[in-house]
Structure formats: C-alpha cells, structure tokens
C-alpha cells in the first residue's frame, strides 16, 4: 500500500478540524467577494423603471402586512405556471425590488403578475373582504387598511436612500414625492369612484390606496417588454 500521506495530519483531530475550517472560509471567501465587485452583471429590461412613489409605499405596507408569506413573485418557467400567471419571471425585472419579494409560499396565488388584472375597485372590494369574493379563500380581511390613513411623511426619504444605492431618481423626483404621490392617490380614488364605489375622503387617501397602485405595478416591465416586441414586429 502506498504511503498515505494524510494518515498523520487524520490522526490529530484538533489541527485537522483547524485546517478544515481554513479551507471552508477561503473557498467560501472566493465565491463571496468577487460579486460585490461585479457591477452590473444583471442589465435591468429596457422598459424596467423605479417605483413611483406611491408604489413604494404600497411596497412598504404590503411587507409590513406581511402579504409576501402568502404570495409568492416569482413565475417559473413551467407551462403550467406561465399558462396560468403569464411569462415566466426575469432577474432583469427585479433590480429595484429592494429587498426581493419572490418568495416559494403560495397559500394564495403568485402575484408578479397581478398588475392590471383587475380594475382598482375589484383590489378595493377584495381588501374589504375577499370572502365576498372568493368564498372559500383563507385570505384575511384587510378592511383596516381603507380606512388607515396613508403617511407619505417619509416617502422622499425612502427615496432618497434607495438613489443611494443605485435606483435612478431624479431630484425633482425625490423633492416631488409627496404631490406626486397625492396626486397618484387621488387618480386610482377616481377610478374607484367611476365604478359606482363611494368614498370617504379619509377612504381616498388611504392604505388601501398605495397597496393597490404597488399590486397594479407589479408585472408591468414585462408588459411593457412584451408590447415593444410586438410592435416591433
Ligand atoms: C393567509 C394567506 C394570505 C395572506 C396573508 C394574504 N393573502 Fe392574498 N390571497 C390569498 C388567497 C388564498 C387568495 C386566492 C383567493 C382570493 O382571491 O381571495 C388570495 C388572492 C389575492 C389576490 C388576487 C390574486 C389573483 O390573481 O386573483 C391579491 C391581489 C391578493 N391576494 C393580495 C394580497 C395582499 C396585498 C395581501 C396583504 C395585504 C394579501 N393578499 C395577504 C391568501 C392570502
């Protein structure tokens, strides 16, 4: 038998233990740090944009709500998925979901691409009471939020430290975050409004509001994307 060379090091548990704990962080030191050195190794979709500001409170209330342990974002790419939710989902269309929201839980459906399904007021109604709905879903009622009143008191600053990390908005943007957002608000209200749905002033302007523009946003590069592609045609 050949000599075996590693016999003796085998033999000493504790300088063993020491050098397989030395190899395990280089190798992991060097699949770890080259990404933060790779910028850009992901282009976003040329039709991808930022999220409003409206959006990015929706954002905020629908992981404060925690609607992401019910609802996953993420199509993968099987028939099954993308006859039922649309196209499968791309890492181009997620660079400004910060943090990511694709999730694997789906006790409700994926929702990457639930923007546009449905007319403002049907989200209003669901939100109210998704039993009315769908008799038999399990999702909670979010009554609560059309009647709490949206705080966009931090909105800039939200946006302020996203462009910090990358996500391009302009000044005038970030300055304008709250008229923007108001006057965001005060169009889906309308859209409610205009389907027969009465509602109060504190209605117009709340939670509700903002979570359904984000829902309303979701998808909306790869609808884009796909709208290009056929008039390109
Ligand atoms: C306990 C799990 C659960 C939670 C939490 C939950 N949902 Fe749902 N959701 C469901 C189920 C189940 C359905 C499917 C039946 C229905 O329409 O209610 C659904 C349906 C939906 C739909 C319609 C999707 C479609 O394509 O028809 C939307 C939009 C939605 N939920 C948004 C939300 C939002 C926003 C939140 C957080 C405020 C949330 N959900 C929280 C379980 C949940």
Redesign the pocket.
């Known amino acids: 038998m050949a000599y075996e060379w590693h016999l003796p090091l085998e033999s000493r548990w504790i300088r063993l233990s020491t050098l397989t704990f030395l190899a395990v962080v280089v190798g992991g030191l060097c699949l770890l740090i080259p990404p933060f050195f790779l910028q850009g190794t992901i282009e976003p979709l040329a039709s991808l944009r930022p999220y409003t500001a409206l959006e990015l409170e929706g954002r905020d209330l ?1 992981i404060r ?3 992401n ?3 996953s974002q993420q199509v993968r790419p099987f028939k099954t998925e993308t006859d039922r939710y649309g196209p499968f989902s791309l890492a181009g269309e997620g660079i400004y979901d910060r943090p990511f929201l694709w999730g694997s839980r789906r ?3 994926d ?1 990457a691409r ?1 923007g546009g ?1 449905y007319p403002d007021s049907w ?1 209003w109604l ?1 939100f109210k009471s ?1 039993r009315d ?2 008799p038999r ?4 009622d ?1 009554l609560f939020l059309t009647e709490a009143p949206l705080d966009l008191s931090l909105t800039s600053t939200r946006m302020e430290v996203l462009r910090r990390l990358g996500h391009p908005y302009s000044d005038a943007e970030i300055e304008g975050a709250r008229a923007d957002a108001e006057e965001a608000a005060a169009e889906i209200a309308r859209s409610i409004r205009a389907d027969g749905i009465a509602l109060s002033e504190l209605e117009a302007r709340s939670e509700a509001i903002a ?1 359904i523009a984000y ?1 309303q946003s979701l998808g909306h590069a790869v609808r884009q994307n796909a709208v290009a592609a056929a008039g390109a045609r």
Not at 137 to 140: F, L
């Open positions: 629908y709500e925690g609607c342990t019910c609802h006790t409700g459906p929702l639930v399904k989200h669901h998704p709905i769908e879903t399990n999702m909670p979010f979570m829902l």
